[in-house]
């Protein structure tokens, strides 16, 4: 049987310069053409400049009537009706207006429309309350979007408003990052799939499913690896096939310094490992290697390590793999709605409840912080950086968050 580790041969890394590690090592993958109208998520890997102005043709801001601004106040002669689809085929003359809604396009001789609630119509003669300039009402071509302007830039992401633009613009296909394919690995003769019988003393795989979620969110095609068992050459083989399929592989568990603790000199075999100790709580043990130009990360076995590190240092990567611009999540200051007791050795995460409070948002714990204590990412939206120090850090002190989720309303 090994022996035990008394002290990791890792040095411990700070959280930012184990960011930096990750993301030196992190470039856009591949790039391919797609269908762009159903495309949410999937990140642009070209700037999209418009193909023409947006109106076309000087089109009428709201219903009302198309008229000459030069009669001034004096009545005129309703000669037509317009409607959004129709192409006008009409001039108006000195004296006369057209009825017009919204979104029609003007016709000839008609430099200005008035709204409905401004006028009267008395048998097909319109009055009018005010008196009009050129363009008052009208939206003028370019007006929304002109012909070459940058509408959407390389590196952002799709979401409704997006796909709403390139529908506009006509346009249906455009280069977008490839997605990334994240592989993951739950390790430990404990482990059991959720469905299965479990041993006393064993737990269920939620990890594993818990991060596929995780890089469903973040943008990323999947592959469950299932479970190995305690075992290096079960490990390593799984490990390697993970490596063969996908483009990050995640792995949960075995990355501490028990004799059963395999991922680290297993990665270390087949690449580079980069660092296997980060300077933060939940997930001190947190590894990160390369492997033939793949990412792998080491993930701790706790539930709540495992995904806080996840958040921390494997979602901006894979953000960054697929072109996002902005892969890190927003951040902001948070007033604390309770006490907080610092760790006195390391900055931690601690999971939180962000909400608006009158002018400022206010940081509630979601309870314990165990690691293995699930239930506090339960309600969280955020995680909260809290430096290490011994003195409690009084309710109303500010500190920064990593904003996860929505932020929730007042109460």
């Known amino acids: 049987m090994s022996e035990m580790r008394r002290e990791s041969p890792f040095p411990m890394l700070a959280v930012d310069a184990a960011r930096q590690l990750i993301m030196a090592h992190v470039a856009p993958l591949g790039v391919e053409e797609i269908e762009v109208l159903a495309a949410e998520g999937r990140v642009l890997a070209a700037d999209i400049r418009s193909p023409e102005d947006v109106p076309d043709v000087p089109k009428a801001a709201m219903d009302g009537y198309a008229l000459r601004a030069a009669d001034g106040l004096a009545p005129r002669i309703v000669v037509a009706e317009l409607t959004a ?43 009018i309350q005010r008196e009009l300039r050129p363009g008052d009402y009208v939206h003028v071509p370019g007006q929304d979007i002109a012909r070459g302007e940058l509408v959407l830039a390389r590196g952002t992401p799709l979401g409704p408003a997006e796909i709403g633009l390139l529908a506009t613009l006509g346009v249906t296909r455009a280069p977008a990052y490839r997605r990334p394919r994240v592989a993951v690995l739950a390790t430990g003769d404990e482990v059991a799939e959720p469905d299965d019988p479990r041993q006393p003393g064993g737990v ?49 568990g075995g990355v501490s310094m028990g004799t059963r603790d395999l991922i680290k000199p297993i990665l270390a075999e087949l690449g580079t490992l980069h660092f296997g100790r980060v300077a933060f709580k939940p997930g001190k043990p947190t590894t990160f290697a390369t492997v033939g130009g793949r990412l792998a990360f080491g993930l701790p076995g ?10 921390v240092f494997v979602r901006p ?32 995460y601690q999971r939180v409840a962000v ?57």
């Open 317 to 348: 990567a894979l953000r960054a793999l697929q072109g996002d611009a902005r892969p890190e999540r927003p951040r902001a200051r948070v007033a604390l709605a309770e006490p907080i007791q610092p760790s006195p050795d390391r900055p931690e």
């Open 302 to 311: 706790y539930p709540v390590s495992s995904l806080v590190s996840f958040e």
């Open 85 to 127: 689809g129709m192409a006008p085929g009409l001039t108006i003359p000195p004296g006369g207006a057209a009825r017009i809604m919204t979104g029609a396009p003007m016709p000839a001789g008609a430099d200005a429309m008035i709204p409905v609630e401004l006028t009267e119509e008395r048998d097909g003669v319109l009055l």
């Open 355 to 411: 909400r608006f409070a009158g002018s400022r948002l206010v940081a509630e714990s979601t309870g314990g912080q165990g690691s293995s204590r699930l239930l506090s990412l339960r309600g969280a939206n955020a995680l909260l950086l809290v430096p290490p120090g011994d003195a409690l850090l009084p309710a109303g002190a500010e500190l920064e968050a990593l904003l996860t989720g929505p932020l929730l309303g007042a109460e």
């Open 204 to 252: 269920r795989d939620s990890n594993r499913y818990a991060l596929l979620a995780a890089a469903r969110e973040a943008g990323c095609d999947t592959i469950s690896l299932g479970i190995a068992r305690d075992d290096y050459a079960a490990q390593r083989a799984a490990i390697a096939a993970g490596l063969e399929q996908a483009d990050v592989l995640i792995t949960s």
